[in-house]
């Protein structure tokens, strides 16, 4: 069982910056697919971001040039820097592990239990 744990969350006012962290044991972020998502008070799942192996990064359109996701291998953590923040970007915020690249939820088998995000306008 892999356990990922993230923080950085917080609150912060519209048009700030917060930092994300995840972390995981052994070689699980140099291992697998990282991803972030998010959840707002009754709304589904969403996808944010993810990364390779290669570094190679995807984004959801609604972050894309305010978000960047990372990851440290040497550290086993995966970062997203947001950046520009928005009222509507509120939610939990989780990373998981995936050994596919993929967006969907339901492909990423480990999860984190989440650092809230508030943006106050």
């Known amino acids: 069982q892999v356990q990922l744990v993230e923080s950085g969350g917080g609150l912060v006012q519209a048009g700030g910056s917060l930092r994300l962290s995840c972390t995981g044991p052994g070689r699980t972020v140099s291992s697998y697919i990282m991803g972030w998502f998010r959840q707002a008070p009754g709304k589904e799942r969403e996808f944010v971001a993810h990364?390779?192996?290669?570094?190679?990064?995807y984004y959801a359109e609604s972050v894309k040039g305010r978000f960047t996701i990372s990851r440290d291998n040497a550290k086993n953590t995966v970062y997203l820097q947001m950046s520009s923040l928005k009222p509507e970007d509120t939610a939990l915020y989780y990373c998981?592990?995936?050994?596919?690249?993929?967006?969907?939820?339901?492909?990423?088998?480990?999860w984190g239990q989440g650092t809230q995000v508030t943006v106050s306008s």
């Open positions: 990364i390779r192996w290669n570094d190679i990064t």
């Open positions: 998981a592990a995936s050994s596919d690249i993929t967006t969907l939820t339901m492909a990423y088998r480990y």
